[in-house]
């Protein structure tokens, strides 16, 4: 029987190595993607994107029960971060959430965000 602990460990190790897999897809295809480090209750997400024009995308990575509102409430919080951290308008920033999909590779993962956000619309 495993321990919660040695189940945190392989959820730890799996969500790993999506962020890896999602990291090395991405930069294959050209994105100018790279890995973010932790910055502890000041997370700043898992990948972010460099667009031109100084336009970012922040990339939160699940590989874990589907909890869309959670998801996107945390990345919503590490965009915010991001663009604090660096000085930057939070204009500047997007942010998404990939989730694997069990048994297909990154290009198969979900992207979620708001319709506000997809569709640039003002904040309410």
Do not use: C
């Not at 996107?72 to 590490?78: F, M, N, Q, S, Y």
């Not at 998404?96 to 290009?107: A, D, F, L, T």
């Amino acid at each position: 029987m495993t321990t919660i602990a040695e189940r945190n460990k392989a959820n730890r190790r799996k969500g790993a190595a999506w962020e890896t897999e999602l990291l090395a897809g991405l930069r294959s295809v050209g994105e100018d993607a790279e890995r973010l480090r932790l910055t502890g209750a000041e997370d700043e997400g898992d990948l972010v994107i460099r667009e031109d024009g100084g336009l970012f995308i922040v990339i939160e990575t699940k590989n874990a029960r589907f909890e869309p509102g959670p998801f996107l409430d945390e990345a919503e919080r590490e965009r915010l971060n991001f663009a604090k951290h660096r000085g930057i308008s939070p204009d500047q920033v997007e942010s998404i959430v990939i989730v694997k999909r069990r048994g297909k590779g990154w290009r198969k993962a979900f992207v979620l965000t708001t319709v506000e956000a997809y569709l640039g619309l003002d904040a309410e």
